[in-house]
């Protein structure tokens, strides 16, 4: 159902004060969802309504599709759980039952006894028959703000979004007006903008080959032109640079190779076939760097040579750039640079990543950073309480439909003012007044521009996936497909101890990242993407653990090996003392100040933490973590 078709039935409804059909369905236990003996599969329902004579244009698609049937790279649970409710059309308070879970609360006020009534997040079990049969999802309060489906009190009592004007006006709604909010959450249109990586593209891959048989083809039908021989290695030193994304490696190696080739143009009589062979080699190196500098769609890596973000020796080194490109209404600025990638709009977080091997030979894609610059600004000014409530952060996407509706509540507040005051009732006139300022403030809330990262009271700037968590999880999940579809074995993450001290002692890196057995701060407890991979891995039926990763190349046996010293402040982890060892190069051969360090030398690894990527990762991924609860401590900041 369009937008404006919704706003239109809530008016007449408000027009035609209709009342609301009693709240159907049992009350939902807390946490966890039992399913009723009457209650019919999701697919069931689904099929059910598309046989009404009503006509609906939800489609029948698997799970986390949202009615589409393609393979979009991240999917709703929420959604397929919003579908699960049925045909009809149910109040605020059904969807609201039906999205969360309520608990009774005890507690004393001035020493007497008193019950309060909290909601927390709602867990559900995939039906039989789906893929995802007997996994269990959890309706994230993050998804419900992004999708400005709800907005939360610190008691988590919805406050608005649109459940909260449907609650305010008594409008029904269908499992397809929500499901259609979901669908328009702006966290299902980011899109990644790739660097480095270049090597593996198919065009310059073809190019290179076709480099190297001219120049083959050559050196057969010319033996005397010694010169032709030696451009060979200097060839695979380019495409190493290219693989490794070092710019300026390429650069000098595409300088030797030019240069030797202009001495043979400039030495040897050559004939027009030679000439013709020497240009197009020449051509098609030109195109592979101009490729490699980013002319071929994918930009070339930022920070592969940053020593305290980057453990070097691992391979194809890539970026990852997750973008909203349009604007974001209500912000201090509405396309937005920020942080590390500047040279892109509204760039929401990124992912850093190279590739590493395992001592039994398997492909293992190693996350180095994932970091939110625009988000983690933001989130250090935001109490728990202050985040998802809607006041100092505004969402502005579907906004208008809960505008349209409080603009259309005060013309009638006014109508009822007037009403009430030439009638002399000055009591409801009073109550009037009230309910006019807060419709006043919501809307003159979502109107006011947020001011640039500045401290105090202020409206901050809003984007999608605030959490660290909510980040980090659609960061993984991002690289498991990736890793999915490019058939690497594991998906880990750099720990603390091998990389991020090298930012000096940060707690926030110690629990998020955490250690090779997956604790988070002081080795103990419990690190953020190690969890999260446990999570992941029990919807995917994969596993994790931890894994043993190569410092370098292990076909390259002579290493340059340095030493990272790192000690613990007083009161962290006993104030112990680590030695991270490092390969700075490798090479085939023996070289000056390498060391003997073969492929089944223990010495070569180091540990981390890992996801088994499984063939299923190659499909549509679960949007937001499995865990997101409504009631918080709600004094402590995001970061």
């Known amino acids: 159902m369009a937008l404006k078709e919704l706003l239109k039935r809530g008016i007449q409804s408000l027009l035609k004060k209709k009342k609301t059909d009693p709240v159907s369905g049992d009350t939902q236990k807390l946490i966890t969802y039992t399913k009723e003996a009457k209650q019919l599969p999701a697919k069931q329902l689904a099929k059910q309504d598309a046989q009404l004579p009503v006509k ?50 005890n507690f004393k006020v001035f020493g007497k006894n008193a019950t309060r009534t909290e909601r927390g997040p709602k867990r559900f079990t995939y039906d039989r028959g789906s893929r995802f049969a007997g996994k269990e999802a959890t309706i994230n309060k993050e998804e419900l703000f992004d999708t400005n ?43 990644p903008v790739e660097y480095g990586g270049v090597f593996d593209s198919p065009k310059i891959n073809t190019i290179l080959q076709g480099v190297t048989s001219r120049l ?49 143009k400039g030495s040897e009589v050559l004939n027009a076939n030679q000439t013709a062979q020497l240009n197009s080699i020449m051509g098609g190196l030109d195109e592979v760097v101009r490729i490699s500098k980013g002319g071929g769609g994918v930009k070339p890596a930022k920070y592969l ?19 909203l490109d349009e604007p974001i209404l209500g912000n201090s600025s509405t396309m937005r640079s920020t942080g590390h990638y500047d040279d892109v709009k509204n760039n929401i977080m990124h992912v850093r990543y190279d590739t590493r091997i395992t001592p039994d030979g398997k492909k293992a894609m190693v996350i180095h950073e994932i970091q939110s610059d625009a988000n983690q600004r933001i989130a250090k000014q935001l109490t728990a309480k202050e985040a998802f409530a809607g006041e100092r952060r ?30 002399g009732q000055f009591n409801k006139s009073r109550a009037i007044s009230d309910d006019l300022r807060s419709v006043n403030k919501q809307i003159n809330n979502t109107f ?22 909510a980040y980090g999880d659609y960061s993984l999940k991002f690289l498991m497909n990736k890793a999915a579809k490019e058939k690497f074995d594991y998906v880990a993450v750099m720990p603390f101890n091998k990389l991020h001290f090298k930012q000096g002692y940060k707690a926030g890196n110690e629990r998020f990242y955490g250690y090779p057995s997956g604790k988070g701060i002081g080795n103990k407890g419990q690190a953020v993407m190690p969890q999260l ?107």
């Open 56 to 105: 609906v244009d939800r489609k029948i698609t698997d799970d986390l599709l949202m009615g589409t049937d393609r393979q979009p790279l991240f999917g709703s649970s929420t959604y397929d759980w919003v579908m699960k409710k049925g045909p009809g059309q149910y109040s605020a308070d059904d969807w609201i039952n039906h999205l969360t879970s309520s608990r009774k609360v």
């Open 149 to 191: 489906l709800a907005t939360f009190d610190n008691l988590g009592e919805v406050s608005g979004g649109l459940l909260g004007a449907a609650k305010r006006f008594n409008l029904k709604l269908s499992a397809q007006d929500i499901g259609n909010m979901i669908k328009m959450n702006p966290a299902n249109r980011l899109k």
């Open 216 to 264: 083959d083809d050559l050196t057969k039908t010319s033996p005397m032109f010694v010169p032709y021989k030696s451009i060979r290695p200097n060839l695979k030193s380019l495409e190493r640079a290219i693989k490794s994304g070092d710019q300026n490696s390429v650069k000098n190696a595409y300088k030797v190779i030019k240069k030797e080739i202009d001495n043979i």
């Open 305 to 323: 040579n940053e020593s305290n973000y980057t453990l070097p020796g691992g391979t194809n080194y890539r970026e990852t750039v997750f973008v």
């Open 394 to 423: 505004i969402n502005p996407f579907q906004k208008d439909i809960e505008m349209d509706l409080l603009v259309n509540s005060r013309t009638k507040l006014l109508t009822d003012m007037d009403d009430a005051i030439a009638k």
């Open 448 to 469: 006011q521009a947020a001011r640039e990262y500045g401290g105090g009271s202020e409206k901050l700037d809003y984007f999608p996936l605030l959490d660290a968590d």
């Open 533 to 639: 991979m446990k999570k992941a891995a029990r919807f995917q039926d994969s596993k994790t653990g931890t894994i043993k990763l190569s410092l370098s190349d292990p076909k390259k046996p002579y290493k340059i090996v340095d030493t990272d010293t790192f000690k613990y402040p007083d009161g962290v982890n006993k104030g112990k003392t680590i030695k991270s060892s490092r390969h700075t190069d490798a090479f085939e051969e023996a070289a000056p100040n390498t060391r003997l360090i073969e492929e089944s030398n223990p010495n070569l690894y180091f540990d981390a933490f890992a996801i088994e990527v499984k063939p299923n990762m190659t499909y549509t991924q679960k949007l937001y973590k499995a865990q997101g609860g409504l009631v918080v401590d709600m004094f402590k900041t995001l970061w």
